[in-house]
T-cell receptor, first 114, second 114 residues
Framework: GAGVSQSPRYKVTKRGQDVALRCDPISGHVSLYWYRQALGQGPEFLTYFNYEAQQDKSGLPNDRFSAERPEGSISTLTIQRTEQRDSAMYRC????????????FGEGSRLTVL | SQKIEQNSEALNIQEGKTATLTCNYTNYSPAYLQWYRQDPGRGPVFLLLIRENEKEKRKERLKVTFDTTLKQSLFHITASQPADSATYLCALDPANQAGTALIFGKGTTLSVSS
C-alpha cells in the first residue's frame, strides 16, 4: 500500500500474555519509529531504526519491550508479560530520510490488557 | 529538565479569525521543529518544518515562526475554517544531531465555530 500499515488495529489480551505489533513502512523509507500515545497526549517516543539498525531504544519503558527490523523494512514491537499499564495506542511512523524528515504515521494498534 | 509545552490544551475561535498556537521548549537546542495535525482516531499528519536558521515559513493559510532565543515556535492559521478543527502537535529534534527521533508536545485542540 501507499501508506504505513500497522497490524493488528486492535488487540485485546490478558495480563501476562506476550503481544507482537507489526509495522510495514512506506517502501524505501530509511527510518522507522515506534511511539506510544495515551488519550489526550502527544506521541511518546519508544525506539527507532535506520535501515535495520536500532539507533535509539531509550524510550522503551522496561526490558519487557523490544523491537526489531531485521531486513530494514517491516518492524515488530514485542511486549512480553503484558501488564494493564501497557494499554495504549501504539503508533509506527516512517520517514524517507534519517534527518529532518517528515514522519508518516500509521493508523496505530490499540492494545488493551485486561 | 527538558520540556515541550503547548500553550493550552484547547483553543476556541470563530470562523474567519486567526488561530495562534504556541510551542515553548526548555533545555533543548533543536536544529528544526515540525508541526503536525491530528484528527480524532487518526495518526498525526505532517504540516510544516522550520529550521533553526529560518525565522518564518508559510504554506497556504499556515505560518510558522521559530525564535531560538525565546525557545518558542508560533503556529498561525489565518482565515480559519471549521475544517481546521483538530489537535495540533509540535515536535522537535531533541539532540540537534543527525538521526535523532522527534519528541512531541502534548498538543493543542483547536475548535473553529461557524
Amino acid at each position: 500500500g501507499a501508506g504505513v500499515s500497522q497490524s493488528p488495529r486492535y488487540k485485546v489480551t490478558k495480563r501476562g500474555q506476550d503481544v507482537a505489533l507489526r509495522c510495514d513502512p512506506i517502501s524505501g523509507h530509511v527510518s522507522l519509529y515506534w511511539y506510544r500515545q495515551a488519550l489526550g497526549q502527544g506521541p511518546e517516543f519508544l525506539t527507532y531504526f535506520n535501515y535495520e539498525a536500532q539507533q535509539d531504544k531509550s524510550g522503551l519503558p522496561n526490558d519487557r519491550f523490544s523491537a526489531e527490523r531485521p531486513e530494514g523494512s517491516i518492524s515488530t514491537l514485542t511486549i512480553q508479560r503484558t501488564e494493564q499499564r501497557d494499554s495504549a495506542m501504539y503508533r509506527c511512523a516512517s520517514s524517507l530520510v534519517a534527518t529532518a524528515g517528515e514522519l508518516f504515521f500509521g493508523e496505530g494498534s490499540r492494545l488493551t490488557v485486561l | 529538565s527538558q520540556k515541550i509545552e503547548q500553550n493550552s490544551e484547547a483553543l476556541n475561535i470563530q470562523e474567519g479569525k486567526t488561530a495562534t498556537l504556541t510551542c515553548n521548549y526548555t533545555n533543548y537546542s533543536p536544529a528544526y521543529l515540525q508541526w503536525y495535525r491530528q484528527d480524532p482516531g487518526r495518526g498525526p499528519v505532517f504540516l510544516l518544518l522550520i529550521r533553526e536558521n529560518e525565522k518564518e515559513k508559510r504554506k497556504e493559510r499556515l505560518k510558522v515562526t521559530f525564535d531560538t532565543t525565546l525557545k518558542q515556535s508560533l503556529f498561525h492559521i489565518t482565515a480559519s475554517q471549521p475544517a481546521d478543527s483538530a489537535t495540533y502537535l509540535c515536535a522537535l529534534d531533541p539532540a540537534n544531531q543527525a538521526g535523532t527521533a522527534l519528541i512531541f508536545g502534548k498538543g493543542t485542540t483547536l475548535s473553529v465555530s461557524s
